[in-house]
T-cell receptor
Framework: SQTIHQWPATLVQPVGSPLSLECTVEGTSNPNLYWYRQAAGRGLQLLFYSVGIGQISSEVPQNLSASRPQDRQFILSSKKLLLSDSGFYLC????????????FGPGTRLLVL | AQRVTQPEKLLSVFKGAPVELKCNYSYSGSPELFWYVQYSRQRLQLLLRHISRESIKGFTADLNKGETSFHLKKPFAQEEDSAMYYCALKVTGFQKLVFGTGTRLLVSP
């Protein structure tokens, strides 16, 4: 069966420091991958999605970037964190069939101080 | 532009009462809608999708294209239904979902 992992689970970083959050999927190949930020009262905001290795679509201009170095690995990065980057980050994957839906990881809680 | 609106941030009901979580959408294409649920300390997960026309955990949702709505309903709420509920719209051709801001359902004994 398919599983999705995210790490770390929790991260506290100072303003201006770099960021790297990792997401990996097992049990499937060529999935679509997604990064969301979940904030209270603002719902789920799609940040990036990828339909293949090296293919990244950015949804909103921001201080973050994403990369997909391998088929089942999706990385969210920043060179210099801002206070406003604090939040709960969710990774999701979706199969490529027409009826497929998205499956979410456990999330990473990021606190920028 | 595509948009999903969930007007209620919090819905509080007593056990056994009917529940309706509202969802309205704005989309120029043929809509495909979903409800996701996040229970306390659990992952966000799919509850139901309109194309399946099924009832999950007693919940149903009917797509009303005239009113551009996809409200989630349950005739008798249970305490274990307490969770965060998100309505989502699939954007055809872009392989992505647009989510609403979510409604927290609290079912009291």
């Amino acid at each position: 069966s398919q599983t999705i992992h995210q790490w770390p689970a929790t991260l506290v970083q100072p303003v201006g420091s770099p960021l790297s959050l990792e997401c990996t999927v097992e049990g499937t190949s060529n999935p679509n991958l997604y990064w969301y930020r979940q904030a209270a009262g603002r719902g789920l905001q799609l940040l990036f999605y990828s339909v293949g290795i090296g293919q990244i679509s950015s949804e909103v201009p921001q201080n973050l970037s994403a990369s997909r170095p391998q088929d089942r690995q999706f990385i969210l990065s920043s060179k210099k964190l801002l206070l406003s980057d604090s939040g709960f980050y969710l990774c999701a994957w979706r199969g490529t069939g027409p009826q497929e839906t998205q499956y979410f990881g456990p999330g990473t809680r990021l606190l920028v101080l | 532009a595509q948009r999903v609106t969930q007007p209620e941030k919090l819905l509080s009901v007593f056990k056994g009462a009917p529940v309706e979580l509202k969802c309205n959408y704005s989309y120029s294409g043929s809509p495909e809608l979903f409800w996701y649920v996040q229970y306390s300390r659990q992952r966000l997960q799919l509850l139901l999708r309109h194309i399946s026309r099924e009832s999950i955990k007693g919940f149903t949702a009917d797509l009303n294209k005239g009113e551009t709505s996809f409200h989630l309903k349950k005739p008798f709420a249970q305490e274990e239904d307490s969770a965060m509920y998100y309505c989502a719209l699939k954007v055809t051709g872009f392989q992505k979902l647009v989510f609403g801001t979510g409604t927290r359902l609290l079912v009291s004994p």
